[in-house]
Nanobody, 126 residues
Framework: VQLVESGGGSVQAGGSLRLSCVVS????????VAWLRQGPGNEREGVAA???????????DSVKGRFAISRDYVKNTVNTVYLQMNSLKPEDTAMYYC?????????????????WGQGTQVTVSS
């Protein structure tokens, strides 16, 4: 499974960005895709996750109501997962990673994911 992120950049507080993650490879290797981030001096944390089949999604408390995860999913083909980020805050500044894995719980836990992209940087200035 390969993942390639895009859409990061620099934005002022209150602005919006949309991240994209193109996921290729056999879909039986994963049933969920997550966005995770790592800010300066912080541990990697889960931001949002979505189950590719049914579309159920989960969010970290820090982004609920501001971020939205969605997916274009077709079995055994290239899929795309999006993260729409609105009302961005300086504390959202981080490297954002897309990751895929199989599981039924712990959807925002980084070590539950086997496949990772290279990341895309998001910088929010005050």
């Amino acid at each position: 499974v390969q993942l390639v992120e895009s859409g990061g950049g620099s934005v002022q507080a209150g602005g919006s960005l949309r991240l994209s993650c193109v996921v290729s490879g056999f879909t039986y290797n994963y049933n969920r895709v997550a966005w995770l981030r790592q800010g300066p001096g912080n541990e990697r944390e889960g931001v949002a996750a979505i189950y590719t089949g049914g579309g159920t999604s989960y969010y970290a408390d820090s982004v609920k109501g501001r971020f939205a995860i969605s997916r274009d999913y077709v079995k055994n083909t290239v899929n795309t997962v999006y993260l729409q980020m609105n009302s961005l805050k300086p504390e959202d500044t981080a490297m954002y990673y897309c990751a895929a894995g199989r599981g039924v719980s712990g959807g925002l836990t980084p070590d539950r994911y086997n496949y990772w992209g290279q990341g895309t940087q998001v910088t929010v200035s005050s």
